[in-house]
């Protein structure tokens, strides 16, 4: 059953943690990516990865880290450097030619208390 | 001025009503043109894919691209109450950077018995 997998489903965290989303795919997908969603904001792009070992900051990066040490995985680090952190993220993946389409998971909802 | 325009609604409509949801742009080197449908607490799941301009019919779904004006259309025919969730569009240009999907906040729709 391929797919992409988010956990957890909901985080709480208290104000000054780092927090790390999981992100897993077994689609055999080069290209990852994170999204952050706030209502009446749509979605913004955080970080990319186009391959393993390499990453680029997307429009909203600050706050923000990852790796992609394996195909599969692509782990985001909420910091406590992130001011606004609470909100809805989005894992999608594409096989990475041109024009290619991103497929999603389901989201995890990140709540800082 | 954002990239990417689209209204947020909510729009209701009574079950089968044909439904039109748009989005206008600005950047004219977006050449791939998608939507996407959200449930609530849910990743997008990707509806339509359109390269360039022209249109695309799957079942009750029909996209269209008009490059001239900067406007895509979703229509959804004889809609049903399973059709209520938020529609997003999204647009993207080829560049050295990867493929950059960029988004519009979404249009909620509810159509109702």
Known sequence: DGGI???????????GQNV???CEQNLNHDAMYWYRQDPGQGLRLIYYSQIVNDFQKGDIAEGYSVSREKKESFPLTVTSAQKNPTAFYLCASSIGGAGDTQYFGPGTRLTVL | QKEVEQDPGPLSVPEGAIVSLNCTYSNSAF??????????????E???????SGNKEDGRFTAQVDK???????F????????SATYLCAMMALTGGGNKLTFGTGTQLKVEL
Request: hydrophobic share 25%.
């Open chain 1, 5 to 15: 997998t988010q956990s957890p489903k909901y985080l709480f965290r208290k104000e």
């Open chain 1, 20 to 22: 790390t989303l999981s």
């Open chain 2, 31 to 44: 050449q791939y043109f998608m939507w996407y449908r959200q449930y609530s607490r849910k990743g997008p």
């Open chain 2, 46 to 52: 990707l509806l339509m894919y359109t390269y360039s």
């Open chain 2, 68 to 74: 001239s004006s900067k406007y895509i259309s979703l």
């Open chain 2, 76 to 83: 959804i025919r004889d809609s049903q109450p399973s059709d």
